[in-house]
């Protein structure tokens, strides 16, 4: 199951149309919309500061956020749209989406390397190469994994880790298919690389 799922703070917008919105700009507002989960769509107002902030951290797009509108039952969202000012780049209004716990969405999944000190490769000097820190997985809103854990406990110098090794939960599938693409691999140490280089050169 997933970790703390971050709070997206709203209020209810009074009024709808260019009138509204103009005001909660007015206010350091952004405005938004909240449709789909079989309920009414439901006109927000975002405080700007805090929205521009979870702009710059990235992956606003693919982030499940817990949406809490004062008066309304807390609810899971993701964002399907923000549009900008054509000069400025700055949010001007936020479509989000409610989501059902049988929804299918793209999430970012963090990766986690545990067994790094029982490594016969780390141990000789290799070096952990992260190629994939996230993985983007196809995912049910209900069952979203905190993390992917990677065991590197038996790997050594030259191995490799593939998305194929990992235990994905049931259900849950990479977005990219048809290719058993690397998450990570252990390479030997400038110094042996450098020496190896030189053994080859003699060699030729």
Known sequence: ?????????????????????????????????????????????????????????G????????????????????????????????PTHVDLMRLRRTSRINLFIPVEFVGEEKSPGLKRGGVLTVVRPEVELVVTAGDIPEKLTVDVSALNIGDIVHISDIALPEGTTPTITGRDFVIANISAPSGLRSADNEEEAVEE
């Open 59 to 90: 992956r606003f797009l693919s982030t499940l956020f817990n949406l809490k509108v004062d008066g309304q039952e807390d609810v899971r969202v993701i964002c399907r749209g923000v549009q900008r000012d054509v000069v400025k780049d700055l």
């Open 1 to 57: 199951m997933a970790g703390e799922i971050p709070d997206l703070n709203a209020t209810v917008r009074m009024g709808t149309g260019k009138g509204a919105a103009r005001q909660a700009r007015r206010e350091n507002l952004v405005p938004g919309i909240v449709y789909g989960g079989g309920a009414e769509p439901l006109p927000i107002n975002l405080k700007y500061n805090e929205l521009l902030k979870r702009l710059k951290a």
